[in-house]
RNA sequence: GCGCCCGUAGCUCAGCUGGAUAGAGCGUCGGACUUCGGAUCCGAUGGUCGGGAGUUCGAAUCUCUCCGGGCGCGCCA
């Protein structure tokens, strides 16, 4: 059950047979526990329409939720606030159900869409780097979350694998290394690249065997094509171990290179339907001119935009606007998605706004959401540049992160594990450091990179919740007792530790919801972090095993469902729980 | 030139569609009983929410303006 959910029904209820209006009952979690749980703020927004102060607004509305079974009190305070206390009983039976609920009490969404998440996105012939964690974690945690809550997901890693950095990597191997692609590596390539973008950018004469080696390619030039498949295949040997360490698996690998065959065509209907038009030799979307050209302004701030979106340059050759526009194309008509998300560095914003005005425009039955996220900043508040080699490779972080890991385990060694039990669990502590470092923050704010911070082992830190998780696991180990086999008629919250932790438990549902709908796994995070503080305090005051008869089934009752929602929850947010640690 | 994002404690960040006295982590200082795991817990410290004006019962949140930072905008991806 989604308890606020719930609440909010409810009282909505009550207020239109009290009042005989429907209105927002504003209910909200109180900040001040010592006041409640939740609160109501619906008497001051009534206030004017009832022709009555707020203060008695709210006591017809208090007095019309007198007795019912979901509260304990109900207050007015202040100008107009209504207080909710829950009962305990009540919250002690949701919680018994929830523990009953293989689902955790979670439900699925009435309406399940098909949705195509594109995240990840790597480059061929670069390494991944901390840049590229953010769309990694970011999606997978989402597309988690999304299939829980009932949605068909079709996760698509969309890779950089086509363009212009083609053309310019196979005149550079034959520039500096005699068209000799033996014994390359990643690293390799990514020098190849660098020289060669220099001098591109030096020589014209070098840019313009780039350019033709580029259209040969593009023509289907059998050496060019096999060049290509081993750059494609060299970045794909260095960055699916990556994954596979970050425990990331796409449904779909379909990179730039595999719409090619759609790109003619799509400019074409986009001539045909006066979408585009030529200037300059090259084809253009000119958004301000939609108006006029179709009868219907461009969407918001593109109706004035006067920088045209380039489908087609000059040269004949397509752009990644028109790959990602016959991407959405395929998207719709083939993988019948009805929804699309594209997990995505906010910089591209107006970049994803043009092309998705373009596909609405064309009429594809598909919503289509930008999933936008903050720059990675360095020391000095800078964006990260990856190109200047400052950058940290992601393999090196996930090394380091692990190595501390191991080293803390190391050193406080308290079960005697043997040493390959303690690799396998620093590796699962140090990555879901990494990661819950990453997912912890709000996705579109920017944030400073600090190489510590990425793997920090205390506090608001993955490893906090899995120790949590930990301590929970020991106390089922002890006691020999089956998490999974319990089930108790009510929870009772006897204590204020254990009411307050059953507080943080109800929260449960809303938050998956709220967290999927947002595409905010931090606000997951910030349950999970809620959650084990509670359990802390609790687990330090309130004796589970040694504690006796309905208390102790309770209490077990009340470890079983944090274990289950820590362990539900790194699963979602992509990170491992651990027995020990 | 046009547009987008951001400015909250010493540092790094939360603050959901406007709600009561703005919260965490890290840091610093002090503390935790023969008890289920001390990667833990408790307490203390710390703020003109960048400045100003406006909207209203109420603004960190919405509007305007200024200051400061980042980013994006015809032939890269």
């Known amino acids: 059950m989604r308890v606020e959910q719930h609440l909010e029904a409810r009282v909505r209820q009550t207020i239109q047979e009290a009042l005989g209006v429907d209105a927002d009952p504003l209910l909200r979690p109180t900040k001040d526990p010592a006041l409640g749980d939740y609160q109501l703020n619906a008497a001051f927004a009534l206030a004017k329409s009832q022709k009555s102060s707020p203060r008695q607004i709210a006591e017809r509305i208090a007095q019309a939720l007198q007795g019912a079974p979901e509260f304990a009190s109900v207050e007015v305070a202040g100008g107009g606030f209504i207080n909710l206390r829950l009962s305990e009983e009540w919250m002690g039976e949701v919680l018994a159900q929830m523990l009953g609920d293989q689902r955790l009490g979670v439900p699925l969404v009435s309406r399940p869409e098909r949705i195509v998440v594109d995240y990840s996105g790597p480059n061929i012939a670069k390494q991944m780097h901390v840049g590229h964690l953010r769309s990694t974690i970011l999606g997978h945690a989402i597309i988690s979350l999304l299939r829980f809550i009932g949605h068909e997901v079709i996760g698509d890693n969309h890779l950089g694998d086509w363009g212009t950095q083609f ?331 254990e009411r307050s932790l059953g507080r943080v438990l109800l929260r449960f549902p809303e938050i998956i919801h709220r967290a999927a709908q947002a595409r905010e796994p931090h606000q997951l995070t910030d349950h999970l972090y809620a959650l084990s503080r509670e359990f802390s305090l609790f687990f330090e005051r309130c004796p589970v095993l040694r504690s006796e008869g309905a208390t102790r089934d309770s209490r077990l009752a009340l470890t079983a469902l944090v274990g289950a929602q820590i362990q539900k929850g790194l699963e979602l947010l992509g990170i491992e729980a651990v027995e020990r640690m």
């Open 167 to 497: 053309g310019i990597l196979i005149a550079a191997l034959r520039e500096f290394r005699g068209g000799d692609s033996s014994g390359l590596d990643i690293s390799g390539l990514e020098a190849l690249y660098r020289d060669g973008t220099r001098k591109a950018s030096e020589d014209p004469a070098f840019a313009e065997r780039a350019r033709l080696e580029l259209a040969r390619l593009q023509q289907g030039d059998a050496e060019n094509r096999a060049l290509w498949e081993r750059f494609v295949a060299l970045t794909r040997a260095e960055i699916e171990p990556i994954y596979e360490r970050l425990g990331v698996r796409f449904d779909l690998w379909l990179g730039e290179s595999f719409y090619q065959p759609m790109l003619g065509p799509t400019v074409q209907m986009l001539l045909e339907r006066g979408i585009a038009r030529e200037d300059e030799g090259a084809v253009c979307v000119f958004f301000n001119e939609w108006k006029e050209r179709l009868g219907e302004a461009a969407p918001g701030r593109l109706a004035n935009h006067k920088e045209p979106l380039i489908v087609k340059k000059r040269d004949g050759a397509y752009l990644y606007s028109t790959t990602d526009i016959a991407t959405v194309i395929y998207r719709s008509e083939e993988l019948r998605a009805n929804r699309a998300l594209y997990v995505v560095d906010m910089r591209q914003s107006l970049h994803f706004e043009q092309v998705f005005a373009i596909a609405k425009r064309l009429g594809y039955p598909i919503e289509l959401e930008h999933v936008g996220f903050g720059a990675v900043l360095d020391a000095e508040g800078k964006p990260l540049k990856t190109r200047e080699g400052k950058a940290i490779t992601l393999a090196a972080l996930l090394d380091e992160a692990e190595k501390r890991a191991f080293e803390v385990m190391k050193s406080e060694n308290i079960f005697e594990i043997s040493v390959d039990e303690m690799a396998l669990i620093a590796r699962a502590v140090g990555i879901g450091a990494v990661k819950y470092a990453d997912l912890k923050q709000n996705r579109l704010s920017d944030y400073v990179f600090d190489f510590d911070k990425l793997i920090d082992l205390k506090g608001n830190s993955g490893p906090y919740m899995q120790y949590a998780g930990a301590r929970v696991r020991s106390i089922f180990r002890k006691g020999g007792i089956d998490p999974l086999g319990l089930r108790v008629k009510r929870v009772l919250l006897q204590s204020p530790e």
